[in-house]
């Protein structure tokens, strides 16, 4: 997957300049907006945030009370029907939504952190620090990430804690060597050199000088790890390793799967929450292709080419 550094040519025309400037900036944002996938990705992605920031404006039921019909259809009263004790499915898919995307964002967060901290200080470091880092990456890139998640998310207390442990102890390598791989292209560059003469500190050195020329990199790990989260998040939790009396999408799969909904005829149950989860890895997938579109000529589209070209 081809990302780019955006803005690290204006960082490296000059000894000194630690970031992108804003015309970089300004053209960045002009061409990811242009694009449709990533039109659609952030949309997709803005209508599932505000779900879950107000699932009381959507529907006023409590998710957890069990008062209505057992296993109704859907009608204008459910939407979606209810479930095997009379829960409204629509409200519970409502109100999985927060945790769901909570759950999916924090673990984002810490691994491309994680990602950002091990590639980079190894890139910069280089020797013992390098190699130690390095091999620590490649141990967490060689172990089977499925069977390690279940076993942790087995023996650890179920909880959506315990989740975002698992999930972020499993998801940071392969961006870290992406990030490796990026930092070890700019040791040698004019601006590094620059600061290392002014005498400034390792750590100033990489977070002021290395990480603002690759912000597009980083928000491209960002949207990788999402996508990989919302699927193995709801795996494990359809799978029963998740704390059930919690509200997600994986756990209402988990109940739906558990309470026989598709033998017994209650679709709805067990489809929406399964689409939900679709939905947002599309949302969080559209966004990543248009990085890698605006990063990579190859991947724009042939019409939009033959504009540039033409202009």
């Known amino acids: 997957m081809a990302i780019p550094a955006i803005g690290s040519n204006s960082a490296l025309g000059g000894a000194g300049v630690s970031a992108p400037n804003t015309s970089a900036r300004v053209r960045f944002l002009r061409t990811l907006f242009s694009s449709k996938k990533a039109t659609a990705g952030l949309v997709i992605i803005l209508v599932i945030s505000f779900v879950a920031a107000f699932p009381g404006l959507l529907t006023h039921d409590d998710p957890n009370a069990a008062i209505y019909g057992i296993e109704q ?3 204008l009263q459910h939407l979606l ?5 009379g829960q409204d499915v629509f409200c519970q898919l409502i ?14 967060v810490i691994a491309t952190l994680l990602s950002m901290i091990i590639g980079i200080t190894a890139a910069y470091l280089g020797g013992l620090a390098d190699r130690g880092l390095s091999l620590l990456t490649d141990i ?3 172990i089977p990430t499925l069977p390690l998640l279940i076993v942790l998310a087995f023996y650890l207390p179920s909880g959506a804690s315990t989740m975002i442990l698992v999930l972020c102890l499993t998801s940071w390598a392969f961006q870290a060597r992406q990030l490796r791989s990026q930092g070890l292209s700019l040791r040698s ?15 100033y050195i990489i977070l002021v000088e290395i990480v603002p020329t690759m912000t597009s990199l980083l928000a491209a790990s960002f949207l990788g790890v999402a996508v990989y989260v919302v699927g ?8 029963g390793l998740g704390n059930s009396s919690e509200l997600t999408w994986g756990t209402l799969l988990y109940q739906a799967q558990a309470n026989d909904a598709l033998v017994s005829g209650n679709v ?10 679709a939905l947002l890895g599309a949302g969080f997938a559209l966004l ?5 579109e605006i990063g990579n000529p190859a991947l724009r589209p042939a019409r939009r080419r033959r504009d540039r070209s033409a202009s």
């Open 73 to 75: 259809g859907p009608s």
């Open 81 to 85: 029907g209810t479930t095997l004790v």
């Open 95 to 108: 109100y999985g939504t927060r945790l769901t995307l909570v759950i999916v964002v924090v673990v984002s």
């Open 140 to 142: 967490f890139l060689i």
């Open 189 to 203: 560059r004019d601006f590094l050199a620059s600061a290392r003469v002014r005498g400034e500190r390792p750590l």
């Open 232 to 239: 193995f998040a709801a795996g494990l939790q359809f799978l």
């Open 268 to 277: 709805w149950w067990e489809l929406s929450p399964g689409l939900a989860v």
């Open 288 to 292: 990543n292709y248009a990085f890698d």
